[in-house]
């Protein structure tokens, strides 16, 4: 009896062990239903416990566990709906199949369809995607372009440091020649091209996804972007209903605070999301102080299976102290206060006064239409509007605002306000002599966007459409702050018509205008075509657009009012590009690209003097370009290598001279000028466990200038040759980006919610910005100074957690993390070295953390 129940112990023993050890094995693979893709990086975790995995290159995971009974596997991405799975964890392998995972968004896959985002092994450009889960981890405190700098081709910096007031460079090209997007609507200036980041200063927190397409882009409208195009997708409506809120901190006194809330998708086809936030601090660079708020909000209504529309509104009020001019290495030396020296400022009875400050609001609204006309015609159509209202703060009159070091109107570094402020009330009647004015930019820009697409056949698909854009912008200068005085004198303007409002001086007090005021009026009509071609491994597509921009200028200070509206000034341009991608199997894949692009003028280029005459030599800038590129992937390596070859002939350039015993200046169009800009970029994601993730990026570009422009005549307004011109470029490199650029970044799975990470950015071969007209002789055709190499290391952590009822996330980023001091930005001086280059110092260690929870 005894041996019988010994044994029986001992059976049951054993049976326990064993099952303790026993191991469960989940498989599956995970799958983006809406576009067929496998998700790289989901998250697959046993609830209530941090055992967990990570999907791989082709969405297949693997989770072991010596968990037994019954539990809930949960499978999430960032922009997916969760999915909870009961499992019954026995010691066997559960094969869960192809698990399809929904977007977390109503209407994104007819967005996308507007904002033409590019298919990865299918679409023949080079592109990076930053998803948001990055932009979770990565952002912090950083400014939003800021986040690219580990994208091949980029170089972006905070420029002068103040909230929103961060640059970025594509391949070479600033701004004006980068198509920036927002859901498919361009967002570029209509008469300048240029992109204010600190008026989208609240665009991170409603970003979803963020693709920048180098080069020639995917985009079908008519947007002729040389450098590449950043193509923005912000939230749709969430398909669940539910929210979140969040609070950040981060250096020098950052706080931010925000939420948003859904009521997901009704019975009856309605949707609404909105979401808002409130961000300020101190900035990292004096007297960069700020405040800005945020808000978006959308509705959707999904009327029947074929009709849909979308209402969204964005936009981010904020103003903040700006640091505007570039200072020599000795000015941040002598300042005592380093790299975070601000030469525009001051204090006034004590507290700080800034001579430049930004404000503007610049909200955004769209309607979206989305008509199923059948299983052959989608018509997809959005009319927006933007108005924008705001400006900026300068000195004007006598000059006691120079960032000079050494001038009188300056105390320990700063400039000294008070004294300005006595000297003012001192002239007593004779009104003030040095005041700050507003420059203020209003405008009002409509638009609408069509796209009709016909499917063909089951390869053959046409897409095209209509964009029509109405822009009016308004520019003058307003009197801000008197600074003591009772009213300021307007000069007389020396251009102005005799009996026009600016052609005699008059006492001015706050808010009245002065010295400009002025409308700039555009038009844009397009059309635009595509057709593409998608069998099997293969797939090609050739677009076309032409495009109609039409300016005028209406000056109601300088000229009478019958005089004030210029005729309108019209140019036609036109883009044509094509490729191919081919997948020779389900490892490699090639492509090809080639476009050719004729842009039209900016209205500066066409009004160059500032007054209303106009500039009828002005011709379009033309731009040529081949890519070819490799893309692999497979479980352990996704990489990509592209090279790319792009031409930029006649960029618009205006020299003068002023002939010998002449007191007038007389100028002319340059023609001729060119630019070959062309180099090679790699990236890589390699994932040696699912633990585990390593990223690489690196990017060689040589950017030159490629011509001489020699024996251009000045003419005078007889017509009679006045001067010459002479422009050695060839062979000068082009300014103000690195031409080399690196990155590797890490990132590990320490536990299910637990990741950690790091990067590393190097910067090379910076040549300082410098004005090309400048190289008017031989022996000045020579690099501009070219700026010290700098390597910076990030570190970030991410802890996602169950918080009661709720999830909840935890986010902790630190730039910078030696403190290297290192220039970012620079403007060649007159020995092209160090002594004489006027700079900014990019920002030391700055950090930041967040708590987010979601209900």
């Given at each position: 009896?005894?041996?019988?129940?010994?044994?029986?112990?001992?059976?049951?023993?054993?049976?326990?062990?064993?099952?303790?050890?026993?191991?469960?094995?989940?498989?599956?693979?995970?799958?983006?239903?809406?576009?067929?893709?496998?998700?790289?990086?989901?998250s697959?975790?046993?609830?209530?416990?941090?055992?967990?995995?990570?999907?791989?290159?082709?969405?297949?995971?693997?989770?072991?566990?010596?968990t037994?009974?019954?539990?809930?596997?949960?499978?999430?991405?960032?922009?997916?709906q969760?999915?909870?799975?009961?499992?019954?964890?026995?010691?066997?392998?559960?094969?869960?199949?192809?698990?399809?995972?929904?977007?977390d968004?109503?209407?994104?896959?007819?967005?996308?369809?507007?904002?033409?985002?590019?298919?990865?092994?299918?679409?023949p450009?080079?592109?990076?995607?930053?998803?948001?889960?990055?932009?979770?981890?990565?952002?912090?405190?950083q400014e939003?372009?800021?986040?690219?700098?580990?994208?091949?081709?980029?170089?972006?910096?905070?420029?002068?440091?103040g909230?929103?007031?961060?640059?970025?460079?594509l391949r070479?090209?600033?701004?004006?020649?980068?198509?920036?997007?927002?859901?498919?609507?361009?967002?570029?200036?209509?008469?300048?091209?240029?992109?204010?980041?600190?008026?989208?200063a609240?665009?991170?927190?409603?970003?979803?996804?963020?693709?920048?397409?180098?080069?020639?882009?995917?985009?079908?409208?008519a947007?002729?972007?040389?450098?590449?195009?950043?193509?923005?997708?912000?939230?749709?409506?969430?398909?669940?209903?539910?929210?979140?809120?969040?609070?950040?901190?981060?250096?020098?006194?950052?706080?931010?605070?925000?939420?948003t809330?859904?009521?997901?998708?009704t019975?009856?086809?309605?949707?609404?999301?909105?979401?808002?936030?409130?961000?300020?601090?101190?900035?990292?660079?004096?007297a960069?102080?700020?405040?800005?708020?945020?808000?978006?909000?959308?509705?959707?209504?999904?009327?029947?299976?074929?009709?849909?529309?979308?209402?969204?509104?964005?936009?981010?009020?904020?103003?903040?102290?700006?640091?505007s001019?570039?200072?020599?290495?000795?000015?941040?030396?002598?300042?005592?206060?380093?790299?975070?020296?601000?030469?525009d400022?001051?204090?006034?009875?004590?507290?700080?006064?800034?001579?430049?400050?930004?404000?503007?609001?610049?909200?955004?609204?769209?309607?979206?239409?989305?008509?199923?006309?059948?299983?052959?015609?989608?018509?997809?159509?959005?009319?927006?509007?933007?108005?924008?209202?705001?400006?900026?703060?300068?000195?004007?009159?006598?000059?006691?605002?120079?960032?000079?070091?050494?001038?009188?109107?300056?105390?320990?570094?700063?400039?000294?306000?008070?004294?300005?402020?006595?000297?003012?009330?001192?002239?007593?009647?004779?009104?003030?002599?040095?005041?700050?004015?507003n420059?203020?930019?209003?405008?009002?820009?409509?638009?609408?966007?069509?796209?009709?697409?016909?499917?063909?056949?089951?390869?053959?698909?046409?897409?095209?459409?209509?964009?029509?854009?109405?822009y009016?912008?308004?520019?003058?200068?307003?009197?801000?702050?008197?600074?003591?005085?009772?009213?300021?004198?307007?000069?007389?303007?020396?251009?102005a018509?005799?009996?026009?409002?600016?052609?005699?001086?008059?006492?001015?007090?706050?808010?009245d205008?002065?010295?400009?005021?002025?409308?700039?009026l555009?038009?844009?009509?397009?059309?635009?075509?595509q057709?593409?071609?998608?069998?099997?491994?293969?797939?090609a597509?050739?677009?076309?657009?032409?495009?109609?921009?039409?300016?005028?200028?209406?000056?109601?200070?300088?000229?009478?009012?019958?005089?004030q509206?210029?005729?309108?000034?019209?140019?036609?341009?036109?883009?044509i590009?094509?490729?191919?991608?081919?997948?020779?199997?389900e490892?490699?894949?090639?492509?090809v690209?080639?476009?050719?692009?004729s842009?039209?003028?900016?209205?500066?280029?066409?009004?160059?003097?500032?007054?209303?005459?106009?500039?009828?030599?002005?011709?379009?800038?033309?731009?040529?370009?081949?890519?070819?590129g490799?893309?692999?992937?497979?479980?352990?390596?996704?990489?990509?290598?592209?090279?790319?070859h792009?031409?930029?002939?006649?960029?618009?350039?205006?020299?003068?001279?002023?002939?010998?015993?002449?007191?007038?200046?007389?100028?002319?169009?340059i023609?001729g000028?060119?630019?070959?800009?062309?180099?090679?970029?790699?990236?890589?994601?390699?994932?040696?466990?699912?633990?585990?993730n390593?990223?690489?990026?690196?990017?060689?570009?040589d950017?030159?200038?490629?011509?001489?422009?020699?024996?251009?005549?000045?003419?005078?307004?007889?017509?009679?040759?006045?001067?010459?011109?002479?422009?050695?470029?060839?062979?000068?490199?082009?300014g103000?980006?690195?031409?080399?650029?690196?990155?590797?970044?890490?990132?590990?799975?320490?536990?299910?919610?637990?990741?950690?990470?790091?990067?590393w950015?190097?910067?090379?071969?910076?040549?300082?910005?410098?004005?090309?007209?400048?190289?008017?002789?031989?022996?000045?055709?020579?690099?501009?100074?070219?700026?010290?190499?700098?390597?910076?290391?990030?570190?970030?952590?991410?802890?996602?957690?169950?918080?009661?009822?709720?999830?909840?996330?935890?986010?902790a980023?630190?730039?910078?993390?030696?403190?290297?001091?290192?220039?970012?930005?620079?403007?060649?001086?007159?020995?092209?070295?160090?002594?004489?280059?006027?700079?900014f110092?990019?920002?030391?260690?700055?950090?930041?953390?967040?708590l987010?929870?979601?209900?």
């Amino acid at each position: 009896m005894k041996k019988a129940i010994l044994l029986l112990l001992c059976t049951l023993l054993s049976q326990l062990m064993y099952a303790q050890e026993a191991t469960t094995i989940i498989k599956g693979t995970v799958i983006e239903k809406e576009i067929d893709q496998p998700v790289i990086g989901a998250s697959i975790i046993i609830k209530g416990t941090t055992t967990g995995t990570t999907s791989d290159f082709d969405g297949n995971f693997a989770l072991k566990s010596n968990t037994t009974g019954t539990a809930t596997v949960v499978i999430s991405f960032v922009g997916l709906q969760s999915i909870e799975t009961e499992v019954d964890f026995n010691g066997a392998t559960v094969e869960m199949g192809e698990i399809y995972m929904e977007s977390d968004a109503i209407g994104l896959a007819e967005v996308e369809v507007v904002a033409s985002v590019a298919v990865d092994r299918k679409t023949p450009v080079a592109v990076s995607t930053v998803k948001p889960e990055v932009l979770e981890e990565k952002l912090g405190t950083q400014e939003f372009p800021e986040i690219l700098k580990s994208t091949p081709g980029v170089y972006a910096t905070k420029s002068g440091g103040g909230f929103g007031d961060s640059r970025i460079n594509l391949r070479g090209f600033s701004s004006e020649n980068i198509a920036v997007m927002i859901n498919g609507v361009p967002v570029n200036d209509m008469e300048n091209g240029a992109v204010y980041w600190s008026n989208w200063a609240g665009l991170s927190d409603v970003t979803r996804t963020m693709q920048v397409q180098r080069g020639l882009g995917a985009s079908k409208v008519a947007v002729p972007s040389v450098g590449g195009t950043i193509n923005i997708l912000t939230r749709t409506t969430d398909a669940k209903k539910g929210g979140s809120v969040y609070y950040g901190i981060g250096n020098n006194n950052y706080n931010k605070i925000a939420f948003t809330a859904s009521t997901g998708k009704t019975e009856n086809g309605w949707a609404i999301t909105v979401s808002g936030a409130k961000t300020t601090g101190n900035g990292f660079v004096d007297a960069t102080q700020f405040e800005g708020y945020s808000y978006f909000a959308n509705v959707s209504k999904e009327i029947n299976a074929q009709h849909q529309l979308s209402f969204t509104v964005f936009g981010a009020p904020q103003v903040h102290g700006q640091r505007s001019n570039k200072l020599n290495l000795l000015d941040y030396q002598e300042s005592g206060r380093g790299i975070k020296f601000n030469g525009d400022w001051g204090y006034r009875n004590g507290e700080v006064f800034n001579i430049r400050e930004n404000y503007y609001h610049k909200p955004q609204m769209s309607l979206n239409w989305y008509y199923n006309i059948n299983d052959k015609l989608d018509l997809a159509t959005v009319v927006y509007a933007s108005i924008g209202r705001g400006g900026g703060s300068r000195g004007v009159g006598v000059d006691k605002f120079s960032p000079n070091w050494s001038s009188p109107y300056r105390r320990d570094g700063v400039i000294d306000i008070d004294r300005i402020v006595d000297e003012n009330v001192a002239l007593g009647r004779q009104g003030s002599e040095s005041i700050i004015v507003n420059g203020v930019n209003n405008h009002q820009w409509y638009g609408g966007l069509s796209t009709l697409t016909a499917t063909f056949s089951d390869y053959i698909t046409f897409t095209g459409g209509l964009d029509i854009r109405y822009y009016e912008g308004n520019h003058y200068r307003e009197v801000k702050d008197l600074l003591g005085g009772q009213f300021y004198m307007d000069p007389a303007l020396s251009g102005a018509e005799a009996g026009a409002p600016g052609s005699f001086a008059r006492p001015s007090k706050v808010g009245d205008k002065v010295e400009y005021n002025n409308d700039g009026l555009v038009w844009w009509q397009a059309l635009f075509a595509q057709a593409e071609y998608s069998k099997d491994a293969l797939s090609a597509f050739v677009s076309a657009s032409i495009s109609n921009q039409s300016f005028q200028r209406i000056d109601y200070l300088q000229y009478r009012p019958e005089n004030q509206a210029t005729d309108w000034q019209s140019f036609f341009g036109y883009n044509i590009k094509g490729g191919a991608n081919y997948n020779l199997n389900e490892n490699h894949n090639v492509f090809v690209n080639a476009g050719y692009f004729s842009r039209q003028p900016f209205f500066n280029s066409v009004w160059p003097t500032y007054t209303n005459d106009t500039n009828t030599g002005v011709v379009n800038e033309k731009a040529l370009s081949f890519e070819v590129g490799y893309g692999y992937r497979s479980k352990l390596v996704s990489g990509n290598v592209n090279l790319y070859h792009t031409t930029w002939k006649d960029k618009y350039y205006r020299a003068s001279v002023r002939p010998d015993n002449s007191s007038e200046t007389f100028s002319a169009n340059i023609p001729g000028i060119d630019a070959l800009h062309m180099g090679v970029e790699l990236d890589l994601v390699i994932r040696p466990t699912d633990k585990l993730n390593i990223t690489a990026m690196f990017s060689y570009g040589d950017w030159k200038w490629n011509s001489d422009v020699l024996g251009v005549p000045i003419l005078d307004n007889t017509q009679q040759v006045v001067g010459e011109v002479d422009i050695y470029a060839k062979g000068v490199h082009v300014g103000d980006a690195a031409q080399t650029t690196g990155a590797i970044g890490v990132s590990y799975l320490v536990l299910g919610g637990l990741k950690v990470g790091a990067d590393w950015n190097i910067a090379d071969r910076l040549y300082a910005n410098f004005n090309v007209t400048q190289l008017d002789s031989p022996e000045k055709s020579v690099d501009s100074w070219q700026v010290p190499t700098y390597n910076l290391f990030d570190l970030f952590a991410s802890y996602k957690f169950p918080m009661g009822p709720f999830d909840a996330s935890l986010n902790a980023k630190v730039n910078n993390v030696g403190n290297v001091k290192y220039v970012s930005d620079a403007f060649d001086g007159s020995t092209h070295d160090y002594q004489t280059a006027q700079v900014f110092y990019g920002a030391g260690t700055t950090w930041s953390t967040s708590l987010k929870v979601q209900f």
